[in-house]
């Protein structure tokens, strides 16, 4: 009887938020309160740790050619798209 509990309630919170989130006016309050969280969140975040939250805030939009992580990170990416254009082009 247990294991049929599970997820009925799973199926009904699914239903009741669907219902909920069906207006617009509740759906910007979602929003509302997922962006106060989240704004929350940073702040605490950056509060325990600022040096990262600078550094965050300047290496983005501005990427360093030394920083080791992004730059094979970027270069994976990269291969990725040639790696796909190659396959392709081998099927023909």
């Keep these: 009887m247990s294991k049929n509990i599970n997820p009925l309630f799973w199926v009904g919170l699914g239903i009741a938020g669907a219902s909920y989130l069906s207006k617009q006016e509740n759906r910007e309050k979602v929003m ?12 605490f975040l950056c ?3 600022p040096s990262a939250c600078e550094d965050l805030l300047e290496k983005a939009g501005n ?14 990416g ?3 798209a040639v790696d796909y254009y190659n396959k392709e082009e081998q099927q023909k």
């Design 32 to 43: 509302e309160f997922y962006q106060t969280a989240k704004q929350k969140v940073v702040d």
């Design 47 to 49: 509060e325990q740790n």
């Design 63 to 76: 990427p360093d050619p030394h920083d080791l992580g992004d730059t094979r990170m970027v270069g994976e």
């Design 78 to 80: 990269a291969m990725y």
